[in-house]
């Protein structure tokens, strides 16, 4: 037999091959650590639960799109799966504990229950699962353990894939395992809880600070040593005796050893231990701390917490499901986050909005280009209407040239795209599909448009017959024609999208038609 029956098949491996194997077995995250991560970090410190729980509040609040290709789709198994990933469970809690996973130990899991299209996606605890080194740069197994018992993921040597998602942020001390983000602020986490535990057990013995008594005539007997220990633990330990007057001898003097909380500057030294946690985590500290924000800055502070952490946070999740479960739909399916609801945005959608409004009115940008820059369409969808009360003195047709950007001497008449056409922009659709090559953005948005028949103004029809007089030099490229090396070309892809030569025609034609009248 010849290839390709004989071909041997390609395996994955690392440069560096075996010198990752340093170590050799199972690597088990460190409990001890992870664990403190979670108890004196989560479970104790209120600025790590509170900066935890911002960026999971705001995370969760992001709606999710499925796409394939460019078109989004609005009822798929996908969205129904991530909708009810476990039994009784919510999209919401699902990712909560993924991303609290993630915050903590700057590792998180999950499993599915078939090797195919699953049914049910449950987040695991990191701390339970141990990776078994490969030779080739990827892990073997992971096993996962709980009560004594063991489960085993096998991963493809070859591809990668698991039954497990097990997904970790860069550890340069240990290529298998993640690096939480506790770690860089694990000094600052331990000195505010220092903090809160002394200032804690200080108001137990009624704010005082601790100190001796010196006595000037030389050291009592032990019975007199006895009998005060008895008074000041009767007479000046403990809330209730808050504001007591210690009363001594004559040759008895107190004298303070440690120092009082304003010594210390302990809120001075909370807030800044509290800012250094906080900006481990990637939240501002007027979300944290309530004496730092103001309602400017607090708005401020939620668009940066979105921009800089919960959305680059929430695309490697979704980077990690659209790796790990959607090749098992179908090819070309991908989540994306929606970020148009997102309402702490709205200012810098309106910054975007108004820039591209003053790009168009200066001539730097095209309708097109500021449409896209804004969000939208190419082309604006249905018939433009004046807003109520206003009053205009130009004609109707002069109106809706000038609401699609067209000078008032190019009225905004439409032309509908012929047969030849449409079939050439499907096939151009197809072919960028199915290549992932070919055209722009606005070249995609005109071939919806023609495949769908929609009717082009008269500016539309002049771009068209401007962008096949300076692209007919593609057809002397390699891959234009069927049978040779590369085909379809970009080029003739583009060329296609456009409507090919029948819309090359057909816009040569409206044209000439104009330029008469």
Same mark, same amino acid.
């Given at each position: 037999?010849?290839?390709?029956?004989?071909?041997? *098949?390609?395996?994955?491996?690392?440069?560096?091959?075996?010198? $990752?194997?340093?170590?050799?077995?199972?690597?088990?995250?460190?409990?001890?650590?992870?664990?403190?991560?979670?108890?004196?970090?989560?479970? /104790?410190? !209120?600025?790590? +639960?509170?900066?935890?729980?911002?960026? !999971?509040?705001?995370?969760?609040?992001?709606?999710?799109?499925?796409? =394939?290709?460019?078109?989004?789709?609005?009822?798929?198994?996908? /969205?129904?799966?991530?909708?009810?990933?476990?039994?009784?469970?919510?999209?919401?809690?699902?990712?909560?504990?993924?991303?609290?996973?993630?915050?903590?130990?700057?590792?998180?899991?999950?499993?599915?229950?078939?090797?195919?299209?699953?049914?049910? *996606?449950?987040?695991?605890?990191?701390? %339970?699962?141990?990776?078994?080194?490969?030779?080739?740069?990827?892990?073997?197994?992971?096993?996962?353990?709980?009560?004594?018992?063991?489960?085993?993921?096998?991963?493809?040597?070859?591809?990668?894939?698991?039954?497990?998602?097990?997904?970790?942020?860069? =550890?340069?001390?240990?290529?298998?395992?993640?690096?939480?983000?506790?770690?860089?602020?694990? *000094?600052?986490?331990?000195?505010?809880?220092?903090?809160?535990?002394?200032?804690?057990?200080?108001?137990?013995?009624?704010?005082?600070?601790?100190?001796?008594? &010196?006595?000037?005539?030389?050291?009592?007997?032990?019975?007199?040593?006895?009998?005060?220990?008895?008074?000041?633990?009767?007479?000046?330990?403990?809330?209730?005796?808050?504001?007591?007057?210690?009363?001594?001898?004559?040759?008895?003097?107190?004298?303070?050893?440690?120092?009082?909380?304003?010594?210390?500057?302990?809120?001075?030294?909370?807030?800044?231990?509290?800012? +250094?946690?906080?900006?481990?985590?990637?939240?501002? /500290?007027? /979300?944290?701390? =309530?004496? @730092?924000?103001?309602?400017? %800055?607090?708005?401020?502070?939620?668009?940066?917490?979105?921009?800089?952490?919960? *959305?680059?946070?929430?695309?490697?999740?979704?980077?990690?499901?659209?790796?790990?479960?959607?090749?098992?739909?179908?090819?070309?399916?991908?989540?994306? $986050?929606?970020?148009?609801?997102?309402?702490?945005?709205?200012?810098?959608?309106?910054?975007?909005?108004?820039?591209?409004?003053?790009?168009?009115?200066?001539?730097?940008?095209?309708?097109?280009?500021? &449409?896209?820059?804004?969000?939208?369409?190419?082309?604006?969808?249905?018939?433009?209407?004046?807003?109520?009360?206003?009053?205009? #003195? $130009?004609?109707?047709?002069?109106?809706?040239?000038?609401?699609?950007?067209?000078?008032?001497?190019?009225?905004? #008449?439409?032309? @509908?795209?012929?047969?030849?056409?449409?079939?050439?922009?499907?096939?151009?659709?197809?072919?960028?599909?199915?290549?992932?090559?070919?055209?722009?953005? !606005?070249?995609?948005?005109?071939?919806? #448009?023609?495949?769908?028949?929609? =009717?082009?103004?008269?500016?539309?029809?002049?771009?068209?017959?401007?962008?096949?007089?300076?692209?007919?030099?593609?057809?002397?490229?390699?891959?234009?024609?069927?049978?040779?090396?590369?085909?379809?070309? @970009?080029?003739?892809? @583009?060329?296609? $999208?456009?409507?090919?030569?029948?819309?090359?025609?057909?816009?040569?034609?409206?044209?000439?038609?104009?330029?008469?009248?």
């Amino acid at each position: 037999m010849v290839w390709p029956f004989t071909r041997k *098949i390609e395996e994955k491996a690392h440069p560096a091959g075996g010198a $990752l194997m340093i170590g050799g077995g199972p690597a088990w995250a460190r409990k001890d650590k992870s664990q403190q991560y979670i108890t004196e970090g989560y479970q /104790l410190n !209120v600025i790590v +639960y509170r900066a935890v729980n911002e960026i !999971v509040r705001a995370a969760t609040s992001i709606n999710l799109e499925l796409y =394939n290709g460019e078109d989004a789709i609005e009822q798929h198994p996908v /969205l129904d799966l991530l909708k009810q990933p476990t039994p009784g469970g919510t999209w919401q809690t699902w990712l909560t504990e993924m991303l609290v996973n993630r915050m903590l130990l700057g590792e998180m899991a999950a499993a599915s229950d078939n090797p195919r299209q699953p049914t049910e *996606i449950w987040p695991l605890m990191p701390m %339970n699962i141990a990776v078994v080194p490969g030779a080739s740069g990827l892990a073997r197994q992971y096993i996962y353990e709980v009560n004594r018992k063991k489960t085993i993921f096998e991963v493809d040597q070859i591809t990668g894939q698991s039954d497990l998602l097990f997904v970790k942020t860069y =550890n340069p001390s240990d290529y298998w395992r993640g690096q939480s983000p506790l770690m860089a602020a694990a *000094i600052a986490g331990d000195t505010h809880n220092a903090g809160m535990r002394w200032n804690y057990s200080l108001l137990k013995n009624s704010a005082r600070p601790s100190g001796l008594i &010196r006595f000037k005539t030389g050291y009592p007997s032990g019975e007199m040593i006895n009998r005060m220990r008895e008074y000041f633990k009767a007479r000046m330990q403990g809330a209730e005796n808050a504001g007591e007057i210690p009363m001594l001898a004559d040759d008895a003097e107190w004298q303070q050893l440690s120092q009082s909380a304003r010594d210390m500057d302990f809120s001075n030294t909370m807030r800044e231990t509290a800012k +250094y946690v906080a900006a481990a985590l990637g939240v501002p /500290l007027p /979300l944290i701390d =309530n004496d @730092a924000s103001t309602f400017n %800055n607090l708005e401020q502070a939620k668009e940066r917490l979105y921009t800089d952490t919960v *959305i680059p946070l929430m695309r490697d999740v979704l980077a990690s499901l659209n790796t790990w479960l959607l090749p098992r739909y179908g090819d070309g399916l991908e989540l994306r $986050l929606d970020l148009d609801t997102i309402p702490a945005l709205e200012a810098l959608r309106e910054r975007m909005f108004q820039r591209a409004v003053t790009a168009y009115r200066e001539g730097v940008l095209t309708l097109q280009e500021a &449409r896209m820059l804004m969000g939208y369409q190419p082309e604006a969808d249905g018939e433009f209407k004046p807003a109520p009360g206003a009053s205009f #003195d $130009l004609p109707a047709e002069d109106i809706k040239a000038l609401a699609y950007g067209l000078d008032i001497e190019t009225k905004a #008449d439409s032309y @509908a795209p012929n047969d030849g056409m449409k079939e050439e922009a499907k096939r151009g659709l197809e072919w960028r599909r199915e290549f992932n090559r070919g055209g722009t953005e !606005v070249g995609v948005a005109r071939a919806r #448009d023609i495949s769908n028949g929609k =009717n082009l103004s008269a500016d539309t029809v002049k771009r068209m017959s401007s962008y096949f007089a300076r692209h007919e030099v593609d057809k002397q490229g390699e891959g234009w024609s069927p049978g040779e090396p590369g085909y379809p070309s @970009a080029g003739r892809i @583009a060329w296609a $999208l456009w409507g090919g030569d029948a819309g090359k025609s057909w816009a040569a034609k409206i044209v000439k038609q104009m330029e008469a009248d």
